[in-house]
């Protein structure tokens, strides 16, 4: 999977939760926790 699709799929959850923490208000920290793992893991080739 090349780092584009997955910055594409990285944008959706981020939507869809964004759209959830409307309702939720702790749903932004677990983004966030996603957000920099997944990016770690872009970032450092995998």
């Known amino acids: 999977m090349d780092k584009e699709k997955i910055a594409e799929i990285l944008n959706s959850v981020k939507e869809v939760i964004e759209e959830l923490d409307e309702e939720n208000q ?11 793992s997944a990016e770690i893991l872009l970032f450092s080739g995998y």
Not at 26 to 36: P, S, T, V
């Open 26 to 36: 702790g749903a932004m920290y677990y983004l966030n926790e996603i957000k920099e």
